[in-house]
Nanobody, 112 residues
Framework: QVQLVESGGGLVQPGGSLRLSCAASGFAFRNYYMIWYRQAPDKERELVASVAPAGGNTYYVDSVKGRFTISRDNAKNTLYLQMNSLKPEDTAVYYC?????WGQGTQVTVSS
């Protein structure tokens, strides 16, 4: 069955960094756009970043441009999100999505 398992979340101080991972299985990962979403308390889920199947074409929401980097390793069926210069407003549950499936999410909390 399809599985998307996120990891790497946690508590970090403002200005800090985290690297999220999403391990995929059960589908042809290399053939699909992969996307990171996030959902903050009392807010709608929003698209954060996406990456094309071959990895060369990426998209970022304006609020994370220049701070976050999405990447993928098709040999390892893994999606990444490198998050630098984190801000309190980045606090949310982060989800990966691919092939119409969702992961369970990983909590990112940015606080001093």
């Amino acid at each position: 069955q399809v599985q998307l398992v996120e990891s790497g979340g946690g508590l970090v101080q403002p200005g800090g960094s985290l690297r999220l991972s999403c391990a995929a299985s059960g589908f042809a990962f290399r053939n699909y756009y992969m996307i990171w979403y996030r959902q903050a308390p009392d807010k709608e889920r929003e698209l954060v970043a996406s990456v094309a199947p071959a990895g060369g074409n990426t998209y970022y929401v304006d609020s994370v441009k220049g701070r976050f980097t999405i990447s993928r390793d098709n040999a390892k069926n893994t999606l990444y999100l490198q998050m630098n210069s984190l801000k309190p407003e980045d606090t949310a549950v982060y989800y990966c999505r691919g092939a119409s499936y969702w992961g369970q999410g990983t909590q990112v909390t940015v606080s001093s």
